[in-house]
C-alpha cells in the first residue's frame, strides 16, 4: 500500500508553460519535502513543510513554490519552467523534524519541458 | 557545507558475490546516516537507518556501518543477487532544523546472473 503517493508519475509540460506536481500522504507525517534530482544526481532539497510552517532552501530558484492546503497534500507549482528544470521531483514525509525520524519517499514525478 | 561521496560511481559483481559500498561526509555532526536502493525510473525505498550513536544496522542481507569520527560508511550486501541491481544512495541529516538529508550521487550496482 502506497504511503506518499505522487502524481502524475510522468508530466511533460512546454517552455514557460506553468505546471503543478501533487503529493499526498496517508501516514498523517508533520513534515513533508520536496527534492529535485536530475538525471545522474544527487537528490537535492527544494524545500520543507512542517505542518504549515513553509521553509524555503536558500539555492532553490524563485520560479518554484509549494502549497501545503492540509497535513495529507502538497503540490509544486513552477511558474515557468525552462529546460533546467526537466528532472525527476520526489516527495517525501517524515513524522516529525527530529534528525532520528526517516523519510519516506513516493515514486516521483519525472518532468519532461518540450 | 556538508558534502557526501560516493565510491564506486558504478559496479559490477557477478552473482552471489559479497561487495561493499562505499559512503563518505565531510562534516561529522550529524543526526544519522541513511541507506537508500532506487530502482530506474523510480523513487527512493529506505534500507538502513543508522543513528550517530550506533555503530552498524543490519536487515537481511545487508549490513551497513558508520564511523562517524571519519565521515564514512559501508554498505555491505551478502551473496548478490540480479534482484539487488539498482541505485544505491546514501544520504546524511544535518544536525539543523529540518531534519534535511544531503545525499550522495549514488552508486549504480549491477549483479550479473
Known amino acids: 500500500d502506497a504511503m506518499v503517493i505522487q502524481n502524475p508519475r510522468y508530466q511533460v509540460t512546454q517552455f514557460g508553460k506553468p505546471v503543478t506536481l501533487s503529493c499526498s500522504q496517508t501516514?498523517?507525517?508533520?513534515?513533508m519535502y520536496w527534492y529535485q534530482q536530475k538525471s545522474s544526481q544527487a537528490p537535492k532539497l527544494l524545500f520543507h513543510y512542517y505542518d504549515k510552517d513553509f521553509n524555503n532552501e536558500a539555492d532553490t530558484p524563485d520560479n518554484f513554490q509549494s502549497r501545503r492546503p492540509n497535513t495529507s497534500f502538497c503540490f509544486l507549482d513552477i511558474r515557468s519552467p525552462g529546460l533546467g528544470d526537466a528532472a525527476m521531483y520526489l516527495c517525501?514525509?517524515?513524522?516529525?523534524?527530529?534528525?532520528?525520524?526517516?523519510?519516506?519517499f513516493g515514486d516521483g514525478t519525472r518532468l519532461s519541458i518540450l | 557545507k556538508q558534502e557526501v561521496t560516493q565510491i564506486p560511481a558504478a559496479l559490477s559483481v557477478p552473482e552471489g558475490e559479497n561487495l561493499v559500498l562505499n559512503c563518505s561526509f565531510t562534516?561529522?555532526?550529524?543526526?544519522?546516516l541513511q541507506w537508500f536502493r532506487q530502482d530506474p525510473g523510480k523513487g527512493l525505498t529506505s534500507l538502513l537507518l543508522?543513528?550517530?550513536?550506533?555503530r552498524e544496522q543490519t536487515s537481511g542481507r545487508l549490513n551497513a556501518s558508520l564511523d562517524k569520527s571519519s565521515g564514512r560508511s559501508t554498505l555491505y550486501i551478502a551473496a548478490s543477487q540480479p534482484g539487488d541491481s539498482a541505485t544505491y544512495l546514501c544520504a546524511v541529516s544535518l544536525m539543523e532544523y529540518g531534519n534535511k538529508l544531503v545525499f550522495g550521487a549514488g552508486t549504480i550496482l549491477r549483479v550479473k546472473s
Open positions: 562534516d561529522s555532526a550529524i543526526y544519522n
Open positions: 501516514l498523517n507525517h508533520n513534515v
Open positions: 543508522i543513528q550517530s550513536s550506533q
Open positions: 517525501a514525509t517524515s513524522r516529525t523534524r527530529s534528525g532520528n525520524q526517516p523519510q519516506h
